[in-house]
Structures are given as structure tokens and as C-alpha cells.
């Protein structure tokens, strides 16, 4: 077998910046993102001398940087490149928040040339003040791992650290690259080695794929006795397996959360797998939503902590055990939910540790633990017998056809509409709330930047998604892993009208690249989510400028497209039980007209809930909210509809 | 007469979120940037309160940071509100502008309650450790004062520095606002003492107002007693001037380049003055354009260090005293030009020292120094006498109406349309350049982010701009200083349309404030400077979506606007001819089509005179730049364009 220099045909020597992009093209990282600019440009002409690998073109850094976190979502790692200082302080924000919700991606700066910064030359995009390295430590807080390739000995050993690191950790990486620093030489055959990910190669092949058949179940089981010898080795983790599995045994109102480290760290199969032979009820987090097949008699939906509905809370809440599987953060809090669970019911397993009531086990391979606890579990010792259904039932609303929508009328919809391999992506704003409502097919991906929160995020990520959408179809049939789930991958946006507006000039990026999205603008004529949760009144400053959303592809030189205005319920259901509509076949845009004092019902779920005095935030630490009865909920969710209604359809058309 | 608190019928105790917005009122920062955030929004209310007040309403932060740098550039002064961690991020690239551009700002973070930072609550927007400092200390290296508002005793004087700071320092200070501490209460009658800003009060009612009349010199040298008799006790100021009188006098080659500091720091009328006693060559930088009236015979135009005009270089390399004032860096480079000035022949004067030779004089008044210097001053001493006529005369062009248009033809044809009041914004590609080729009438605002260079910062400035045109307006009308200049104020923007997709949403905000810009779009599909400075072809990457640019007003919810599409000479000299077109009477989009292989000819100069061998840049730095012949200009230059020409009218259409 031939090695990747030889297929390649590679020269004995390479310059770095070839080595760059063939390494990222050695784990599937075909598309690179960012802008280009004055000294990047002699690195970004090398990404188009390695065969397959193409560039993005982003309309500006922060929607490259909201892009590459979608597109690394789904492929486990990204790049970016972005120039010095103007480039990559734009990026500054969306790469912060790759940072809080372990998104792994190469974030390359192309620097002024080493003989500039030595000089200490007053260049341009330089604060003046003669210091090349503030930029590189202002990432040092937002980044894993970060270095300037500027010796010629340990350039390849360092852009191989900043990919595994960025892999590894699932965390953003920065590597500045000096202009004149691109032709430092290398040797090809390093390439004929691949990186050590520290990952099971059993099943690396199929890191991203989270479809287990139950036949599979012992299968893995057997395989893994290989692995396993290595892994039993480690006394910890053994010593771990056994304390868990006794808790397991012994549990009789047990529970399990899943988080978003769990796709992050390809540990999709390990975890569905490990739901499946408990029975435990079974609940992701928000931004977990998709890891978990959805149709399992056991999978209990949303958990949102202090605003799960009550089906949920009244398990997890008195549950004996909890065990958090791939946790990022074990305590949250946003202004809408807070989540925590007591220390003394809880396992948790975050990416590479473990924290058992109050004791914290450090660096331990996950993946090996959970396979560890799958080959040992024994099915006959576990003390609970689950009982209940927990399976959500989304019933078909019964509504005329001129009913003018509402937020609440609206998900319920989609839930039918959805299908195997799917990818969803919705704004932290009100579809963020919305989407907790619907049930997901199987393989189904859920994109959600639910921790960071920035707005804005999800276009920029839809765009991403869509690259690696169209890159996971093509792996799938070279890899002969065919099935109808994996070679749809329909992109499904859910943004709102107010987040739209932040990087809505990356549809063009979109158009440009020929992806063929489907973008549901969630209209309710501004910042809907923060009048509710911090006025409930309407202060000007969540008005925004009204747009003609649907002009935009046209504007932006889309010849191919599709758009829709979504004003009654007969608009929503036309369009969902269109056949043609389903098919993925071109661009799509679609305005849901949706009241600006409306919200779902999750949220005023939470907020009533919340009024009711269970996990009240202190008020004191919010001076502003204004004191309200239980009747102003029926005022904010019903009144202002009402009075509304007559000329609502009117003023949409 | 009444104070202050008394005029504004202020209770004692007022809250400190009310004070700042009183602070900033009273020195007419009266238009307030940023976008809406959960943890900001309680001191945005306050912002409501505050008389003839108003709020932006910005698309984005990047675009807001944009703005109050514009804002700033015409008032001295500007404020920009943001969230905690995301919006605070996205800012982050054009805070570091102002940094390094010297404008004076004050960026209001709204954080997290106190409760939650003491228990290190996990609340989003955060980094998932802790840690709620990470985003004030990344602020710190683009600030020159930051702060977090958290002890009722010294919140009011916090609060006095960092608008103190941003004001003298003329750079962006940063204060946190806990969203619980926004009602900590000060006395009001704070207010009634005005922030010393040392300022002499003399002028500080006009620092904005560049018009000079001669009839005003002898009543700013008898006015200017009082002051100063302060400003000669300070020994060190007495000894410099006298250093500079003597070398002013002895000169037989003098010239002065006027630089960015001068606008800055309010030293308009002081340098206008100098440079009409003393009738040295005067040039300004790329950053100065418009400080001084170019009418004057001794204006002598740009100076653009190594690729200025022959005639230019002619007086300033061969010069025996150059004196530099308001100087932003001493030396300075970008890809296209170097700025440096030999050191034996030098006067720089900063914002706040001065070099003489390579003597440096530290915390020097440079407004008291001036003064001397003009007070002082006996022109029958001066050796040099003014000889040559330097005026910049730009002739009509005599072209067929048919032509096609290239930059070369543009920017000529502009100058007989500019008139004086005007505030003229270039992006940072190729109009930047061709802008350098107009001549300004008098009072004229030149606005460009020559050094910090970040592409589409010119849409966000011309959001800014054009509310600060409107309040100096309207202030010139309440202080009587009214004139005709000062009464129109169009702003007018050029922008490459590579550089407009960048921040292109912000104009939806210029819409929504019914703002009457005119935006000159410069098509030239893509990113037509880089194309040219770095590679001298047209790889991939400069290529950008093509859009219908002229629907966007249409889109964003314009209903009286002008757009017109410019492609010949004719339909150029149509539109600047047309007398009603003159009038700022509403907003404007114009569409300029010009080769995508074409730049103005100040571009292809510089890099003719680089490759001629003065100032060539060390090739190994640039490892890619390709080499040419002297033929290759010509190719770049003429060649592309004659190949396209026949088709090129029938693209456009």
C-alpha cells in the first residue's frame, strides 16, 4: 500500500504551508474559512495546490468564525485563517465561543514577515505601539494551545500540535504564520504517519455517525476486547467503572443527561448504546439536542433545569442518581434557566474527567471508561425496571386554516416535518425555546450555541453546516456507508428576524457556494426573547429596522431559489405537506410572520414557574424586572394577540 | 444662573446609570451606539431618561464600534454600549482602531450582576471558568483606561476619568456596569461643576471648527494673554518653542506635514494659523486629509512618504526642517507606502511630546505650545520666503460621453463636485487612494482609517458621521455660529463593494434614522487593491458574490431615496452636474463600475517608483510577490481594460 507522499506524489521536501493544509485534509477538513488579506494571501495560495480543498470566502470574520464552528460541529474540526490584528480580532468572539462550548478548529493568522516584527516596523494594523504579539496574547484566553511558526526545525511539529490539540481538546487553536515564514521546508514523509488523535481506531472511521442498531450492541462489545486490555490497565478508570456500575445497580429512581461533549468527543455510539442497555430515562441539554435517538421508549425529552417542563422535573429532580454524560458545564445559568444537580446524586463525565459526588477524577480517557462500563454492565443486577413511556407525542393541531400564527402553533408543526439525517440549527433567541418543543427523527443533528449565546451565530453556522453537510454525503458513498438518512442531510435554519439582521451577508456566502439550505426567519419584528424576559414591555430599543427578507436572495444573485411568506396556519401546512418543498433541491426562505409580544410557550413556562417561587432568581440582582401578577402572563401571551389580530394579516401582506 | 441639577430639575440623589448619561450630554455626546443585551439593558433605560438623548440602535457591535469612531472624529467624543463577553468581543477589532488611530471613546460594557461574579456563578457569555475579568483584561491592551463600576463612594469619579480619559487621551477607555449597580446613587450637583478636561476655554465652544478667517490671527494672539501667562510658567514649553522659533527662522527648505492629532486634539485653528504665517510648504498625511484648507497657495497636498507625487517628494526629502504636527506614529508602513522622515531634520510634535532631532520632550500642552509659538512668532524673521504656487489645480477632463469609467477618470471629477462643509469618508482600498488625487474646498472633514486599515470600517463612520453632522448642525444653529458650510454637512462615502459587504447591514440603521448619506459604491468586483499590490493577478479568492446593490435601500425599508447606476463618462457627468442631485435631501446610493483589474493611478505610481528601486521593499519578505518588468504596469494598467471594453458596458447593464 502506497504511502499519502507517494498517492500524492509529493517532493521529499514541502514548504510549511502545504503541510499545513494536507494535514487538515488527512482528517476530512476539505473547506477553509475566513477572508483573505494582506499577509495571508501567500498562505491561502498554497490551500489551492492541495487537490480537494476548497475556500469558503466569507463575507467577514465573525460570520467565518460563527461558519467554521458550525462546519467543526460536524466534522470535529475546522479551519479558519484570518490576517493580522483587523482579521483575527473580528474573529475574536465567535472563536471565544468555539472556547465555551468545545468546539475544536485551527485558527491560522497570517502575520506581518519576521523581519518586520524584529525590527519592530510601525506596520499597519498594528496599534502602534511597536508590540507584534499583543493579538497572539489576547487568544491566549480563548484558545487551548497557540504558537508562531518561526523556526524551521520544529514547524511541522508544531502545526501537528496546534491540529491535535485543536482535535484532542476540542478546543480553538492559534497558529500565527509570518508572510515570509510559508516556505519554510519540510519533509513530505512525515505526512505518511497520521496524527495520534488518542482515538479508538475501531470506530474513528465512524466518529460522526450515531445510527446503532441493537446488533451492533455486541458486536462492540467483543471488538473492544482489544482496547480493553489497554484500557483495564489504567487503574483509575477501572476503579471508576466499578463505583459507577455498583450506583447504577443500586439506583432505584435513576436518570441520565446527556450534553454536547458527547458529540464533540465521538462518543455518540458509546452513549446511545449505554442509554439503551439501562433503560434509564434519558434526557439531553439544550445543546445536546439530537445526540439521542428520540423514538427510545425512554427518551424523556429537554432538560432545562429550572424550567423543564414538569414531566421532566419530577424525574430528575427526585431521582437517586444522575449521571451526566460529556458535561460541559456542571453548573449553568442564563437569564431564562439555571442548571444544576445535587452533588450527592450525581456522576458526572465531562470530556477527559470524572466527578463523583464531590470528588474529581482527573484525565481519564472517556471513551475507554464508557466502554469499560459497557462491557461490564450487567443487565440482570440493575435494580430499576423502567415502567413508564416517556416517548414525546407531538399531536396534530386541529386549526382552521385562516388562524393567523403564534410561536406556540408553529413547532408542533415542524415535528412532523423533520426527517432522518437532518441537520437543525436554531438562533439562541425564541427558536432556541421553540425547538425544545418539537421531537427529532433518529440521526438527527441539533446545532445550538445554547452556553455562549451570541446572536447572530446560527446563520454563520448554517453556512458551515452546510459545507460539512455536503462533505459527510460524499464521505458516505466513498466510504460505501450509504443509507437514504446519510445522503439527505437537509440544513434547516431557525433564526429570528432580530439575529438575522447581525450576519445576514453570509447568505451570500451561501448563495455563492451553491449550498441549498432551508432558512426559516422566524419574524416577530425584533428582539422578541429579551422583551419578554427582561421588560415584558416593549422598550424601542428591541424595535428593529423592518426588512423585506425575502428580496434578499435575489439581491445577493441567487438564480435558483424558493421563497415563502408564512402568515396563517393553512400558509405552514401548505407548505409542510408540500412534497416538492421537502426535497433539498435549491435554496429556500421562508418569513414566518409571528407576533413581536409572542414567545413559546417554554418560556412562559419557565417565567411562570419561576413567579411561583421554585428557583427564583434574586430579585436584587435585577433591579429593572418589574413586578408582575399571574395575570400579566395571560396579558403578555394572550392580550396583545387578541387586540392585534384583526389587522394583523393586513399589515404582513 | 441656575446650574446644571437646577436647569435639569434633578433630584439630590440620582442614580449613576442616570450620570453618565448627564456627563455625556453635557459635552454633546448626545447619539449613543451599540446593540441591546440581556445584562445592558437596565442602563439603557436610563439613557431614556436623559434629555434629547438617543440611541443608535446599531445591526451589529463591529458596525457600532465602527460608528462611534465615525461619531467621534467630528465631536471629539463618542459612546458605545455593549453586553458582557459577546458584544464586548465583537467590538473588539474596532475599539483596537480607535486605539490606534487616537479617538477618543467610551465603550460601556454591561456585566453580570455582582451576586453572580463573587459566587463565579457559570453564567452564559461566559468562557466556562470562573473567570469574569478574561474580557476587561483582553480590553486592556486597546484602552488607556478601564475600569469596573462597584463602589458607591468613587462610582461618580470612575465614572468622571473614563470620560476625562477618553477625551484628553483622545483613545477609547472601557468601564464595566454590573447590571445590579446601575442605581448605586451620586449627588447630582456633581454636574454643576464641569469635568476639567484642560481644554483652554477660550476655544473649546469651536474645537471642531476649522475656519479660519485672517482677521481672526491678531484677536487669537491679544485673546490668548491670559492663557497664556499660565502656559509660560511652564519652563519646558518656553524652552521648546524657542528651540523651534530658531530653527523656523534659519530654515532656507522648510515644509510641515500635518498629521491626525491635529483634528484630534481640537489644534484645527492653531495649525491653520501656523501654516498661513510661516507659508511653508504644508502637506497632510493620507489620516490629515481635510484638516487643512487646501485653498491656500502653500498647500502642497498628500504626502504620502515613499510613494508621494515627484513634485511632493521634490520639497519634503529635500527639506531642511520638516515640521511634523499632531503626528499619529513617526514611522509608519503598509503594504503600500513607508512614512518616515529623516531624524536630523525633524520637528514632530505628538498629542502630548515632542521630538526635536531625537531629543525627546515628554508631557508637553501642545494647545499652550502652539499658541507660543503663534504669539511669539516674527514673520520678518523667517529666512525661507514662499515662492512657488502650490495650489492643486485639477483640470476638467475633456472625455466622450460614452466612455467607459476607470478610477484614473473618477476621482478628478469629484473635486469640482465637493464643496465646502462637506465630510468625505474613503474606505481603506482602493478610494483611499483615489481620494489622495482630489482637492477638498475649505472645511472640509476628510474621514479614513489609514493606519489601523480595517475594511469596512467606512460604512460604520458613515452611520457615525452623519448623526454628528446632524447635531453639529443643529449646534451651530443654538450657538449662532451659523453658516452655509456649516449648515449642509453632506457626508459622502466612497467604498470599494468588497469592503461594503463586510459591514453592509449597517445601512438599514442609516435608513431607520433617516440619515442622507451619499454612498458611492466603487464596483470594481472585488477586492481590486489587494489584486494588485500582492499579487499583480486575479487569484480566486479576490473574487466576491456579485449583489444588485442598488435594491438594498429598497430592501431595508427606504422610501425616499435616489440610486443610479454609473458606467460612462456621460451618466457621471449627468449626476454631478444635476443641481437637485447636490442636495442632501435624501439618501443616496450610487453605483460606480469600474475594471476589476483597475486601481487609481497614486497605486500604480507607488509601486512603479518601488520597482524604479527608491524604497523597494525587501523582496524576502514578501516571498510571493511576483517579478515584473516595467512592461508588466502597463499590462496591468491598460492591457485588461482595452481587452474588456467592448463587452463591459453590456455586463453592467
Known sequence: MSSYSQINNLPPRISVGDYIFHRLRQLKVMTIFGLPGEFSMPLMDKLYRVPDMRWAGNTNELNAAYAVDGYSRLKRLGCIITTFGVGELSAMNGIAGSFAEHVGLLHIVGMPPTSATTKQLLLHHTL?????????????DVTCYNTIIIDSDFCADEVDMCIRMA?????????????????????????DIDLDLRLDPLISNNNNNNNIAYNEIESIRTLSNDSLEQAE????????????????????????????????????????????????PTFVTPMAKGIINEDMNNFGGVFTGSISSPDVREIVDFADLVI?????????????????????????IFDD?????????????????????????????????FHKNLELQVPRQELTRDQLLRQELVWGEFSHWFRPGDIIITEVGTSAFGIIQTKFPKNTWGI?????????????????????????????????????????????????DGAFQITMQELSTIIKANLKPYIFIMNNQGYSIDRFLHHRSNAKYYDIQQWHYLSLLSVFGATDYETRKIITMGDLQDMLGDQKFAINDKIRMLEIMVPSMDVPQAIIDKWQREKEGSNVINENDHPHSIETSNSDVLSWSESPLTELEPDRKKRYL
Not at 233 to 248: A, D, F, P, V, Y
Not at 361 to 372: F, G, M
Open 128 to 140: 502602534g505601539n511597536g508590540d507584534y504579539e499583543t493579538f497572539f496574547r489576547m487568544a491566549n
Open 167 to 191: 482535535w484532542v481538546k476540542q478546543k480553538p487553536t492559534y497558529m500565527g504564520v509570518p508572510s515570509n515564514q510559508i516556505d519554510l521546508q519540510v519533509d513530505s514523509t512525515r505526512l
Open 233 to 280: 490497565s489504567q487503574r483509575m478508570e477501572g476503579e471508576i467503572t466499578k463505583i459507577i456500575l455498583k450506583r447504577i445497580y443500586e439506583s432505584n429512581n435513576p436518570a441520565i443527561v446527556v450534553d454536547a461533549c458527547v458529540a464533540r468527543q465521538g462518543l455518540l455510539r458509546e452513549t446511545q448504546l449505554f442509554c439503551e442497555l439501562t433503560m434509564f
Open 324 to 348: 451526566v454524560i460529556g458535561c460541559v458545564l456542571e453548573e449553568f445559568s442564563t437569564s431564562s434557566f439555571h442548571f444544576n444537580i445535587k452533588p450527592k446524586n450525581r456522576i458526572v
Open 353 to 385: 474527567s470524572v466527578k463523583i459526588k464531590t470528588v474529581a477524577y482527573p484525565d481519564i480517557n472517556i471513551k475507554n471508561l464508557l466502554k469499560n462500563i459497557l462491557f461490564q454492565l450487567e443487565q440482570s443486577k440493575i435494580n430499576y425496571s
Open 448 to 496: 445550538s450555541q445554547a452556553l455562549w449565546g451570541s446572536s447572530g451565530y446560527s446563520l454563520g453556522a448554517c453556512l458551515g453546516a452546510s459545507f460539512a453537510a455536503q462533505e459527510l454525503k460524499q464521505e458516505a458513498a466513498m466510504y460505501g456507508n450509504v443509507n437514504n438518512d446519510q445522503l439527505s442531510h437537509r440544513v434547516i435554519l431557525f433564526v429570528g
